[in-house]
């Protein structure tokens, strides 16, 4: 501000740098802050720090300041659901089932490692062999054929269409009799391979499996038959127990309190 004198002349006002500034305005707040309480001045001294390190470096304000932002999945999140849609799920007991093959099928899909079935190792090998020696009497009955018109019926083996025309011929009945069965035998080598792939189940999975039938009894004693080669079962699972989980099976089968074993049903 600037004003006249009593000779007339005008008086400038000092001008303040900013460090000037900020310093007479710190006294005046300090000023101020004598005249508070212990608390308040605190509380004072804590907001003007933070304002001058704020107004000090703009850019730190803009790096802490959060913006108050509302999602509405977190909102939703939180909110307890009042419908009904989860409201008649369950878990499947196996106690809901009749005891009997129902029980058994239902404890069988507790666990993967419960899913053992038999694979008939043995009797798949017959039948493969009985279609293989069928197969080769159906071979030798056609070389038998080819050295006979070889010698009567030359044509015969020397032209297809020939051969078809000839009505007294039976090559091409006996080519598709030979078809159908090398169809089947193929199937029978197929289902045998991927059988021979399937993983075997470990002796805490066997044992399992009889324990269950012996103590449930869920069939008759005269169809447990299938149970005397333990070698010829397979495991309808991707992988068995890991060792941990097979030592703390076997550990929990050796505690003596039928209320925990009870919970672990062999």
Request: aromatic share 8%.
């Amino acid at each position: 501000m600037a004003g006249p004198n009593e000779t007339g002349e005008e008086i400038h006002a000092p001008t303040r740098t900013p460090s000037e500034s900020s310093e007479s305005e710190s006294t005046a707040s300090e000023i101020v802050q004598t005249d508070l309480p212990p608390e308040q001045s605190n509380a004072a001294n804590s907001a003007n720090s933070a304002n001058s390190a704020n107004s000090a470096n703009p850019r730190r304000r803009r790096l802490f300041s959060i913006p108050n932002i509302s999602l509405p999945f977190l909102r939703h999140g939180r909110e307890k659901l009042h419908d009904d849609r989860f409201k008649g799920l369950t878990y499947e007991s196996v106690s809901s089932y009749p005891l009997g093959y129902p029980s058994w099928a239902a404890y069988q899909n507790v666990d993967p490692t419960f899913r053992i079935y038999k694979r008939f190792g043995t009797l798949r090998n017959r039948v493969i062999l009985y279609r293989q020696q069928e197969l080769a009497k159906l071979e030798d009955k056609l070389n038998e054929l080819d050295k006979d018109d070889e010698i009567n019926h030359n044509t015969r083996i020397r032209s297809l269409k020939g051969d078809k025309m000839d009505l007294d011929s039976k090559r091409m009945e006996l080519i598709d009799e030979i078809d159908g069965k090398l169809e089947h035998y193929d199937n029978l080598l197929e289902r045998e391979l991927r059988s021979a792939q399937m993983q075997i189940p470990t002796k805490q999975n066997f044992e399992s499996q009889v324990n269950y039938l012996t103590n449930r009894k869920p069939i008759v004693i005269s169809e447990r038959g299938f149970l005397k080669h333990r070698d010829d079962f397979v495991l309808l699972a991707q992988k068995s127990e890991s060792p941990l989980e097979t030592w703390l099976d076997g550990l929990i089968w050796r505690i003596p309190v039928k209320c925990i074993r009870h919970c672990y049903p062999r």
